[in-house]
């Protein structure tokens, strides 16, 4: 995937082949999963040129799962992994915009016809 070398691949523990252990470890997997968040949100929305607005918009509907994640771990008997998985989802999602931001793929004015 474009982008994430120059994002992580040298800031990320063990990349250099060291031994990664502890917090380093827990680290590097988050940003695994984000990775592969990444991946997947691709295959199945392909590559995506929105205006800013509009990744906003999805940004903030991810962040509307976090929170009903949370209200549901504390109110309804949810799982802890759900609000995981919502996080790793926001975190991929802030990701993506930035890689249409640096790689000049996102319109930063658009117009709409009412």
């Keep these: 995937m474009p ?3 120059g994002i992580l691949g040298a ?3 063990g ?3 060291a031994a ?3 917090e380093a470890r827990e680290w590097a997997d988050v940003y695994d ?3 592969a968040e990444r991946v997947r949100q691709d295959a199945i929305w392909g590559a995506q040129m929105h205006s800013l607005f509009v990744y906003v918009v999805v940004l903030a509907e991810e962040c509307g799962e976090v929170a009903r994640a949370v209200h549901d771990l504390r109110f309804a008997g949810g799982a802890r992994q759900s609000l995981r998985d919502e996080l790793i989802q926001v975190a991929a999602t802030a990701v993506q915009i930035v890689e249409r931001m640096d790689g000049g793929r996102i319109e930063w004015e658009a117009t709409y016809s009412s």
């Design 3 to 5: 982008g994430w070398d």
């Design 11 to 13: 800031a990320l523990p």
């Design 15 to 17: 990349r250099d082949g």
């Design 20 to 22: 990664v252990t502890g």
């Design 33 to 35: 999963e984000i990775r």
